[in-house]
C-alpha cells in the first residue's frame, strides 16, 4: 500500500489549503487514517483522524474548528480541509494508515506518505 500527499504551499495568515493523500497499491484494509504534523527537531504529532469505514473523526484541540478531514471512499482518497492558518500551523504535514485502531502515536500506524510541506507566512 502507498500513500501520496500532496497539496501543501505557501499561504499567508488566514488563508485555507486542502490536503489530499491517495491510496494504491493493493487491497487497502486500513481501519483508521489520519494527519501527522512535524517541524524540524520536533516530535510528529496528532493532527486528525478518520475512521475510513464509518467515516467518524478525531482532532488535536490545537486544529479543532479549524480543520476538518474527510475521505472519499470510491476514490480512496484522504482529505484535510485547512481554514483560518496561522504561521503555528507551519509544518510537513504527513497522511497515515493503521489497520488497527485510532491512536494519536506515530508508531502505531502502518503505512506513511511523503510528507507535504505547509509554509504560513506574510
Known amino acids: 500500500v502507498q500513500l501520496q500527499a500532496s497539496g501543501g504551499g505557501l499561504v499567508q495568515p488566514g488563508d485555507s489549503l486542502r490536503l489530499s493523500c491517495a491510496v494504491s497499491g493493493g487491497t487497502f484494509s486500513s481501519n483508521f487514517m489520519a494527519w501527522f504534523r512535524q517541524a524540524p527537531g520536533k516530535e510528529r504529532e496528532f493532527v486528525a483522524g478518520i475512521w475510513w469505514g464509518i467515516g467518524s473523526t478525531s482532532y488535536a484541540d490545537s486544529v479543532k474548528g479549524r480543520f476538518t478531514i474527510s475521505r472519499d471512499y470510491t476514490k480512496s482518497t484522504l482529505y484535510l480541509q485547512m481554514s483560518s492558518l496561522t504561521p503555528e500551523d507551519t509544518d510537513v504535514y504527513y497522511c497515515?494508515?493503521?489497520?488497527?485502531?485510532?491512536?494519536?502515536?506515530?508508531?502505531?500506524?502502518?503505512?506513511w506518505g511523503q510528507g507535504t510541506q505547509v509554509t504560513v507566512s506574510s
Open positions: 497515515a494508515a493503521s489497520t488497527a485502531a485510532y491512536s494519536i502515536w506515530p508508531w502505531q500506524y502502518d503505512y
